[in-house]
């Protein structure tokens, strides 16, 4: 396991799935862990069975003005800022004649300008910091159509070119971006085989993902990885 005692990070979407399960990597290879999530009562469930010291912080990615609070609050709390990992998202699956005004926003504005205004409040502090992480959270739907997907395969696939861009313009400031694009993960956010618990990725698998890039030698940026289970079922 990577050894990040003195690391600081900061997780969105972190009180459910796959982002608890990063939060608890994080936690455990010794880091000193923010997290962010809507629904108090699990801000604090999360926080309370840790039992490490963390930052549970509440807040909607989707306002631009909290997204920047949470980052200026686990500067402030924490010490500093050297990864960020983007993974508050929602998904809203339905045909695009039936979908919603509010549905179409709610997909974008949190999976893709969520992730902006984190990343745009955060790389002051990276660079002042010498350097880090930004690990986006995406999906294999941001290169492969699924019906019913449009909200979140635009939302995703926005989010893999944001953070190709995002990458080429910070790598001379020791930032480093990577984005992970998850198959199906057996959490209850997403959409198919309601069993998939048997075959599907584990959010711990993609948890353990993101300790390996941490990992990584300063010379090497893995800026993608595609993680898919091993024995889907056969179609």
Request: glycine share 10%; aromatic share 6%.
């Amino acid at each position: 396991m990577s050894d990040l005692t003195g690391r600081v990070a900061l997780v969105t979407g972190g009180t459910r799935g796959i982002g608890e399960a990063i939060v608890r990597a994080l936690s455990s290879a010794g880091a000193s862990v923010a997290f962010t999530g809507r629904d108090q009562s699990r801000l604090k469930k999360v926080a309370s069975e840790i039992g490490a010291p963390v930052e549970a912080i509440r807040a909607d990615v989707r306002d631009p003005v909290q997204a920047a609070e949470a980052v200026d609050r686990t500067v402030a709390t924490l010490g500093g800022l050297d990864i960020l990992v983007n993974n508050a998202g929602v998904g809203v699956f339905t045909s695009v004649a039936d979908m919603s005004l509010e549905q179409w926003h709610d997909v974008l504005d949190t999976n893709l300008s969520g992730v902006f205004y984190c990343c745009h409040a955060a790389i002051p502090h990276l660079r002042q910091r010498g350097g880090g992480w930004i690990i986006n959270i995406s999906s294999l739907a941001g290169k492969n159509a699924v019906t019913g997907g449009a909200a979140y395969c635009a939302s995703k696939a926005g989010l893999n070119a944001f953070s190709e861009v995002l990458m080429q313009e910070v790598r001379q400031d020791n930032i480093r971006v990577s984005y992970i694009m998850p198959g199906s993960v057996a959490t209850g956010f997403g959409y198919g085989d309601p069993n998939k618990s048997s075959w599907a990725l584990a959010s711990e698998d993609v948890a353990q993902v993101v300790l390996d890039l941490l990992a990584m030698p300063p010379r090497s940026l893995p800026s993608r990885v595609e993680l898919r289970p091993s024995r889907p079922p056969r179609k």
